[in-house]
Nanobody, 121 residues
Framework: QVQLVESGGGLVQAGGSLRLSCAAS???????MGWFRQAPGKEREFVAA????????TRADSLKGRFAISRDNAKNTVYLEMDSLKPEDTAVYYC???????????????WGQGTQVTVSS
């Protein structure tokens, strides 16, 4: 079973940037990888996904231009670059592995424990 560990979260001021990392316990080159987030009192929502090869990415429309996903299969690691952060980006960010780059959480059978991102105004 694939184990995923997120890192890079923390407290940042509005307008700042963070880079989240997701390290896998084994080779994940056959999996699509996604990032989701969940704010207090809200449902988990799709952020971005990248295909197994890294050649194709998808993002939530509301985040285009600020968030970017990438992967390094040699390091079994996926990244989420977040720029121009806003207080409403505050959430726990989860990394997930699946077989598609679709935006449904149910398409991803493997999940990390999450990393907290807090954006202060």
């Amino acid at each position: 079973q694939v184990q995923l560990v997120e890192s890079g979260g923390g407290l940042v001021q509005a307008g700042g940037s963070l880079r989240l990392s997701c390290a896998a316990s084994e080779r994940v080159s056959k999996y699509a990888m996604g990032w989701f987030r969940q704010a207090p009192g809200k449902e988990r929502e799709f952020v971005a996904a990248v295909s197994s090869s890294g050649r194709s990415t998808t993002r939530a429309d509301s985040l285009k231009g600020r968030f970017a996903i990438s992967r390094d299969n040699a390091k079994n690691t996926v990244y989420l670059e977040m720029d121009s952060l806003k207080p409403e980006d505050t959430a726990v960010y989860y990394c997930a592995a699946g077989l598609t780059t679709r935006s449904m959480a149910s398409d991803y059978p493997y999940w990390g424990q999450g990393t907290q991102v807090t954006v202060s105004s």
